[in-house]
């Protein structure tokens, strides 16, 4: 199956930085999400954005498309330690939601 | 209820035997869809469902998955026989479309280790 596939794959930062997540993926798609996974937990749906739009905001998310190169990128602005987690983008197309490998990130107080 | 409920959270099997995992979905919501999630990495994507009819199973191995949505009934994820390389965290999601706007609603997940 074809999946999004999030670069890169860890990232450690401090408190009040931003954190930036890509994302590329490889057929057509209807939209395209981003989840949370806290350790342990199941996932958590943080954000969509339709094939149509370029850009969506959602409190300290944004998340931006660019379905001409197939990408999508997650930016967390003033990271939280609470922010510390897992991050996966999925994409729906072939009537199915397809999840890519997932960043890790770490938000150090 | 507004969350997905699924059971057992952790579920050990020596290898060969049966594992029953159940997903109740939110009320309301017409799709549900498992996926397994090795090692915190992948989500594989096994089966959908729409009310009690199979969607897609295009993901299901399916010499020993089966999957059943009932009405009235949670729904049940079944391996016969499993294997080492069953272990994986099992997560339940539902929908009310298959297209939905405020995305798929997960459950916590049922841990099968198989020994």
């Known amino acids: 199956s074809q999946q999004g596939e999030e670069d890169p794959q860890a990232l450690s930062i401090q408190e009040g930085e931003n954190a930036t997540m890509n994302c590329s993926y490889k057929?057509?798609?209807?939209?395209l999400q981003w989840y949370r996974q806290n350790s342990g937990r199941g996932l958590v749906h943080l954000i969509l954005?339709?094939?149509?739009?370029r850009e969506k905001h959602s409190g300290r998310l944004r998340v931006t498309l660019d379905t001409s190169k197939k990408s999508s990128s997650l930016l967390i602005t003033a990271s939280r330690a609470a922010d510390t987690a897992s991050y996966f983008c999925?994409?729906?197309?072939?009537?199915?939601?397809?999840f890519g490998k997932g960043n890790q990130v770490v938000v150090i107080p | 209820g507004e969350e997905v409920a699924q059971t057992p959270k952790h579920l050990v099997r020596g290898e060969g035997q049966k594992a029953k995992l159940y997903c109740a979905p939110i009320?309301?919501?017409?799709?549900v869809f498992w996926y397994q999630q090795v090692l915190k990495n992948e989500f594989k994507f096994l089966i959908s469902?729409?009310?009690?009819?199979?969607?897609?199973e295009t993901g299901m191995p399916k010499e020993r998955f089966s999957a059943k949505c009932l009405p009235n009934s949670p729904c049940s994820l079944e391996i016969q026989a499993t294997k080492l390389e069953d272990s994986a965290v099992y997560f339940c999601?539902?929908?009310?479309?298959?297209?939905?706007?405020?995305?798929?609603?997960f459950g916590s997940g049922t841990r099968l280790t198989v020994v």
């Open positions: 999601a539902s929908s009310q479309s298959r297209v939905e706007s405020g995305g798929y609603t």
């Open positions: 954005i339709r094939s149509n739009e």
């Open positions: 469902f729409q009310n009690e009819n199979v969607f897609d």
């Open positions: 999925a994409y729906y197309g072939n009537n199915r939601l397809a």
């Open positions: 009320k309301g919501h017409s799709y």
């Open positions: 057929t057509s798609i209807n939209n």
